[in-house]
């Protein structure tokens, strides 16, 4: 007898894909398999991923994907000031993980490398620098003098840094609804904008350090 197959799409792949790496705690060694144990048509997961590493990547900027959507569901959000918008980002972000903390925990805690040196959150390291530059290239549009502008490569990169700062913080953050978390993102985010209207942030050279070494002075 011929097992029947599921209805499938993007969505509810990836939805099939992390409940599975959940439930068997290992990703699966093929797409064959991974299809074949949840009745999915191989050749349609083909339609939407190349590759479970593809799928894994999708994953990750769907998450981003999902963060954008409900930040502008605020009429109010354009009219924020940058500082504002990264606030609203993160807070959003975060949430979104939550959402889906036990896949992403199992991602962490199974990293054969540290989470920014894996290629499944490389094209979300390129939205989050991508809007972190976008904001940047707003407000020095607005700005006349090219002293006061600030740089929006270093900017991005700071602001990638900081989300894996957070992540790793939120990933052992125990306290009720994550409070700490939130306060971790509201004192990072003022103590970045601080730097940045106070010091040429060029002459950090390390970025990561000093993150690591300010956001709880």
């Known amino acids: 007898m011929a097992v029947k197959t599921k209805k499938t799409s993007k969505e509810s792949i990836m939805s099939l894909y992390m409940d599975y790496v959940l439930e068997h705690e290992k990703v699966p060694k093929s797409v064959y398999k991974f299809c074949k144990d949840n ?29 954008i959507k409900v930040i502008h569901k605020n009429k109010e959000y354009g009219e924020f000031a940058n500082r504002d918008k990264m606030l609203t980002f993160l807070f959003t972000f975060f949430e979104v993980l939550t959402l889906n903390r036990s896949y992403v925990l199992f991602v962490m805690d199974n990293a054969p490398s540290p989470l920014k040196n894996m290629m499944q959150v490389k094209e979300l390291r390129k939205k989050v620098k991508d809007f972190a530059k976008d904001l940047i290239d707003k407000g020095n549009a607005s700005k006349s003098s090219k002293l006061t502008k600030h740089n929006p490569q270093l900017f991005s990169e700071g602001a990638w840094l900081q989300v894996l700062f957070l992540m790793n913080f939120w990933r052992t953050d125990d306290s009720p609804g994550f409070e700490k978390t939130d306060v971790a993102i509201e004192k990072s985010v003022n103590t970045i904008f601080d730097v940045f209207d106070n010091t040429p942030l060029e002459n950090i050279l390390d970025f990561g350090k000093f993150l690591y070494k300010e956001t709880f002075a």
């Open 39 to 67: 009745a999915i048509v191989e050749s349609d997961f083909y339609l939407y991923f190349g590759s479970i590493g593809a799928l894994q990547k999708s994953i990750w900027t769907t998450f981003f994907d999902n963060t």
